[in-house]
Antibody
Framework: EVQLLESGGGLVQPGGSLRLSCAAS????????MSWVRQAPGKGLEWVSF????????YYADSVKGRFTISRDTSENTLFLQMNSLRAEDTAIYYC?????????????WGQGTLVTVSS | EIVLTQSPATLSLSPGERATLSCRAS??????LAWYQQKPGQAPRLLIY???NRATGIPARFSGSGSGTDFTLTISSLDPEDFAVYYC?????????FGGGTTLEIK
């Protein structure tokens, strides 16, 4: 059974940093691209970042470029999102999502999400 | 950036009725379009990928159609569990984008 379990969310002050983790199990982690998708309270879905199955390719939404860094640890089957210079508008539930196949960025499994709140 | 516009924003129907949801792209996305369902407090669930293919475990009452810029998600006969928010998503171009969502509510 595929499982994605996010952690690392919490309350942080503007300008602060957080590192989100997503522990993956039930599939061959090294053969699927992964993404982070967020959802601000009461709002729609926003794609944040992508990492290819090999880890060599990454993409970011303009809203987070230069502040967020996606990475993956294949030995631990874990996806990460390092978030720096956080802003109030980064407040959201952050989901990790698995590509349906290879680099096919249609997401067939999602974690339960971790809440990030940026506030003083 | 490809903008996906979903309509209507809210759709009020009764169980057993047919639902038709629309997603229009600002430029062609070929067939690289997915549909998701999200219920309150839950993560999204993939319903349709590549415009017309049902994901694993999705009931046959859900179907997708379209290509290029105009896409439709049809639910042939609404079950009470189908009332939720529906999003479309394109993977044709970076950045990946989602539509704003259609809320399907019980009439």
């Amino acid at each position: 059974e595929v499982q994605l379990l996010e952690s690392g969310g919490g309350l942080v002050q503007p300008g602060g940093s957080l590192r989100l983790s997503c522990a993956a199990s039930g599939f061959t982690f090294t053969t699927y691209a992964m993404s982070w998708v967020r959802q601000a309270p009461g709002k729609g879905l926003e794609w944040v970042s992508f990492i290819g199955y090999s880890g060599g390719t990454t993409y970011y939404a303009d809203s987070v470029k230069g502040r967020f860094t996606i990475s993956r640890d294949t030995s631990e089957n874990t996806l990460f999102l390092q978030m720096n210079s956080l802003r109030a508008e980064d407040t959201a539930i952050y989901y990790c999502a698995k590509a349906r196949s290879g680099n096919d960025n249609q997401f067939d499994y999602w974690g339960q999400g971790t809440l990030v709140t940026v506030s003083s | 950036e490809i903008v996906l516009t979903q309509s209507p924003a809210t759709l009020s129907l009764s169980p057993g009725e047919r639902a038709t949801l629309s997603c229009r792209a600002s430029q062609s996305v070929s067939s690289y379009l997915a549909w998701y369902q999200q219920k309150p407090g839950q993560a999204p669930r993939l319903l349709i990928y590549a415009a017309s293919n049902r994901a694993t475990g999705i009931p046959a009452r859900f179907s997708g159609s379209g290509s290029g810029t105009d896409f439709t998600l049809t639910i042939s006969s609404l079950d009470p569990e189908d009332f939720a928010v529906y999003y479309c998503q394109q993977r044709s171009n970076w950045p990946l984008t989602f539509g704003g969502g259609t809320t399907l509510e019980i009439k």
